[in-house]
């Protein structure tokens, strides 16, 4: 079982947990090789952009990892919620509900991804795929995140968590994360529980021609976004992704170091990020 508290802290099993991880698009049984280097990193979760099945949450139980149901990419990818040729709301629910079904007694699920970087106008979509979360797993939260800040007061019917995901390096001054997780915990009024997103892909790797010269990021910009989203309130932090990283072998071994090196420095500190103590 996984909640937030008063504090907007996430609890999972009975203890506060700071959920820190990246989005992971290699399903396992194609690259095992690449997850065995995840989950060598700092982090204590997961959110495997492929359909998971619980062979995979095996592995993630196996590797002290905690994963999410990422149904932003399965459910939603439009205003009325229904996708992958499903032909109407009763159809889809009976597909979502055996989804769900299947991953949520599992001791290794966190809970649902269910939005990323939707447009307003999927409110109706969103909001009808989180009443069915709630619906057949009331035991699990729904995470969104937003690219647009100011979508984050327009989805709240639709999550028990929220971020944003600002990506500033090589685009926008640093300051850009203090403004995302402002937005995000100031729509909320305090009152939910954020998860950020950082960045950990280059620009460049995006858009060659529009962003040539971007660079990924350095040891001390990881710390930078990963210190100014805690301190801004973040209670977790998830990074995209590790997939591109993959895809540039020569520079991986540097990359991966300068990401974990900083991340390490996160770990470490889990234990004053998780009281609820006053400074």
Known sequence: KAYVDEHQRTIVDGKPFFPFGMYYAIPL???RAAFEIYAQGPFNAILPYFHADRKDFDAFEEKGLKGLFACAQRWVTSPRGIRNGLKDEAEAEAVFRREIEAVRDHPAFLGYNTADESPLTYLPGETWAYNLIRKFDPDHPAWSVCAD???VRGFL???DI?????????RHPMRHVTDGVNAAVSSTLGRRCIWQVS???SWEWENAK?????????EQEFRNMFWQNIVGGAKGLFLFMYDGLR??????EANWKALCNAGFEVKKMMPVLLSADPA
């Not at 929220?162 to 090589?170: A, E, F, K, L, N």
């Not at 529009?210 to 350095?218: D, I, Q, R, T, W």
């Open 210 to 218: 529009a962003y040539k010269g971007a660079h990924f990021p350095s």
């Open 199 to 201: 960045q950990a892909f």
């Open 149 to 151: 800040f100011s979508n």
């Open 162 to 170: 929220v971020g944003t995901d600002p990506y500033p390096v090589s």
């Open 29 to 31: 049984k194609r690259d």
């Open 157 to 159: 019917p639709a999550y």
């Open 247 to 252: 895809k540039h072998p020569e520079s991986f």
